[in-house]
Each structure stands twice: as structure tokens, then as C-alpha cells.
């Protein structure tokens, strides 16, 4: 299904009915280009951006298949987020939280961080760490939306646990290289610094 939707999408790149400044929702209602709605489903397709990248500087073959399989489920969200009056057939289920939650488990384990995290050791963990800044960003950006209109519970916990699995995806990169670098002891940092 979301696969139909994108060729339909891309049958027509160039329509010049955004020249006013509006867009289109995939429900079909013309809103504002800066609208909030907008404004979520665009930092998450930023985001699919930065992890094409990201999986071109991964050296590790599972995480790119893991990137892989976020960018297909971030079409899902963001169709979602796109979707006002008619909701999106394939959202973001419980079930996409419970797989990613389990994935993270399972990196956690075998990491076993033990302190703060100095971003940026190798190069793919730098860019999945720019992966999990906007992440973090386009979670607020659903968070703002949320106060003003419905955002389904599942995806908004889906994106709060991707931004997770992004950080520990990098300290893997950083483990398999053995260059995971850790802050001082003693060091602090505010929420979502650093660490997830």
C-alpha cells in the first residue's frame, strides 16, 4: 500500500500547487506549508535523509540492514502524520515498538555501557549520532502537534524509542572498531545529551 502511494506521488514531480505556500496532506486537505502536521512528517523525512547517508559510512552489514528497515518504516510514520481525516491504512502499530524496544535490549546487553558517551569515535557513529539529534527533534515537532491534534500513542512511543535504538546502532559501530570513548567520570550533561 505505501509503496502505491509513493509512485503515485512521484508519477508527477514539478505540480506547482505549492507556489502559494500551501501543500497537500496524503488525505487530501491544502494546508500550510509551516503547518505543525507538516512540520513532523518533514524533520522525519530529514531524518530518512540523513540515514541514506548514514548507511554509506556504516561498516557494519547489520546496521545497515537496520537502517534500511527504519527508512521503510519512516514512510509508514510519516504517511501517517500526513494522514488528518482519513486515517493511514498501515500505521505505526504497538508491535513496531515492541520489535525496536527488543532490538535495543538485545544491543544493550552486549554493549554494557558504563558512563556517558563522548559522540563521534568513528564515522558512522557520528553520523547516526546527527541521525538521533534530528530524531530528537522531530520528536518534539510531534510533541507540539500532539497538543493541537491527534497523533496515534504508538507512533509517538515508536519515535521516542527510535531515537534510542540510533544511539545504541552507533555504539556498536563504536564497539566493533573498539572505539567507544567514554566522558570523564563525573561528568554530567541535560537529558538527551550525549545519551539517549
Known amino acids: 500500500m505505501v509503496d502505491s502511494v509513493i509512485l503515485t506521488v512521484m508519477s508527477q514531480i514539478a505540480t506547482k500547487t505549492g507556489d502559494g505556500g500551501l501543500t497537500s496532506l496524503w488525505s487530501g486537505e491544502r494546508v500550510r506549508k509551516d503547518d505543525l502536521r507538516v512540520e513532523a512528517y518533514g524533520t522525519l523525512d530529514e531524518l530518512s535523509s540523513f540515514l541514506g547517508e548514514t548507511k554509506h559510512h556504516a561498516t557494519l552489514p547489520e546496521v545497515r540492514d537496520a537502517l534500511e528497515g527504519v527508512q521503510k518504516a519512516l514512510f509508514r510514520a510519516c504517511a501517517e502524520l500526513a ?20 532490538a535495543i535490549e538485545a544491543l544493550e546487553e552486549r554493549l554494557g555501557l558504563t558512563g556517558f558517551v563522548i559522540p563521534g569515535s568513528t564515522p558512522a557513529s557520528a553520523k547516526l549520532d546527527v541521525c538521533r539529534t534530528v530524531c530528537r527533534r522531530a ?18 512511543r515508536w519515535v521516542n524509542r527510535l531515537s534510542d535504538y540510533l544511539f545504541v546502532l552507533a555504539r556498536e559501530e563504536e564497539r566493533s572498531e573498539g572505539k567507544l570513548t567514554y566522558a570523564p567520570r563525573g561528568a554530567s550533561q541535560p537529558e538527551g545529551a550525549g545519551n539517549p
Do not use: G, Q
Open 139 to 156: 520528536e518534539r515537532r510531534i510533541a507540539t502537534l500532539a497538543r493541537e491534534d491527534e497523533v496515534a500513542k504508538p507512533l509517538r
Open 83 to 102: 494522514s488528518r481525516a482519513s486515517p493511514f491504512p498501515d500505521p505505526i502499530r504497538d508491535a513496531d515498538e515492541e520489535a525496536m524496544t527488543a
